[in-house]
């Protein structure tokens, strides 16, 4: 059986135990995992209508059956020509009563048309029960995410070449955003150069400010491979041998709290305890109003995806999962600092998917 087939089987089982009649998945990483197909998002509709109960079909425009045919080998296709009603072709597919899961990324604009045509079915998230089935990666997965971490570690690698004094976040971004596509990647999904002050802003815009001597950078960035398998990674540097008061301190606290967090990975722990494993030396050290987010968040086809590793969320981790654990000290208005690793779930406790040093690096 070929794998997006047991990716489907796996899905048709799961729908059935929701009570669902089907599922339904328009272009997005759900449809990458279930079928292999990349589908382009357009205000054509392409559905993945998988029936709790018998076989999947994909609804693609006329214009798209031989990408989808080549993209989703082995699905059987369904095709409409311009001007046709794809709605009413979905609803034939469908039970007129019942219960059906829809993922997060289906537009309104093809939703709608679908509610108005099935008055008596009941439309569910799907992402609850797909986010499950997605977050244990099989080992093919996993070796995919580790060549994805070797490439931005690469990266990483060179930061000495792009981050001094002189030069503004955004061209240094610049920089970054071309080594990541030359390390291997596919596409650069996100970069983020953030100096001095702005460091204490875990979301900070690279913008125009000059980066000074002394200034703590955080650099997190991330990719997309050729695989569809995401990097996400950040470190903390300082520009100069001198970091301003305190930082060195509770960089040391932080690097601390990251490699517990690491060290609490392994199966059967509750994703809530990895998170606090990092939280209590930093609110120990008297930080924790300013660790503002959580430690972590599952990675695969998207960067954020399920297991999230966040207070709450007490489900047992299991072999194969793999999430980032990145916690970080913000002081608003000076400087903050991160750490983030991707990090997988064996079965004797958790294997790092970055190997650069966590250490603070002066440049």
Sequence with gaps: MQESQRRQEDARRAAAGQGWTALLVTPGSDLRHLTGYDA????????????????????????????????APGVQLADYPDGADPYGLLADLLPPAGRVGVVDVMPAAHLLPLQERLPGVRWERA????????????????????????????????????????????EVAGDIA?????????RTDFVIVAGGPNAASPHHSS?????????????????????????????????????PPEFADYYAVLQAAQRASVAAVAPGVPAEAVDAAAREPITAAGYGEAFLHRTGHGIGLDTHEDPYIVTGNSEPLREGMAFSIEPGIYLAGRH????????????????????????????
């Design 336 to 363: 903050g600092a991160r750490i983030e690793d991707i990090v997988v779930c064996t079965a004797d406790g958790g294997r790092r998917l970055n190997t650069t040093g966590t250490g603070l690096v002066h440049l």
């Design 178 to 186: 071309t080594a990541i596509r030359d390390a291997g990647h596919a």
């Design 40 to 71: 382009m998002p357009l205000e054509r509709l392409t559905c993945l209508v998988l029936p709790a109960g018998g076989e999947a079909t994909l609804i693609v425009p006329r214009l798209e059956r031989a990408a989808a045919s080549a993209g």
């Design 207 to 243: 913008g125009a400010r000059v980066l000074e001597a002394g200034d703590p950078v955080v650099v997190d960035i991330g990719g997309t491979m050729p695989s569809g398998y995401c990097s996400d990674c950040t470190r903390t540097y300082v520009l100069g041998p001198a970091a």
């Design 127 to 170: 992402a609850p029960v797909l986010g499950r089935l997605r977050a244990v990666k099989s080992p093919a997965e996993v070796a995919a995410l580790a060549e994805a971490g070797a490439a931005i570690d690469a990266v990483h690698r060179q930061m000495h070449r792009w981050l001094r004094p002189g030069r503004t976040e955004a």
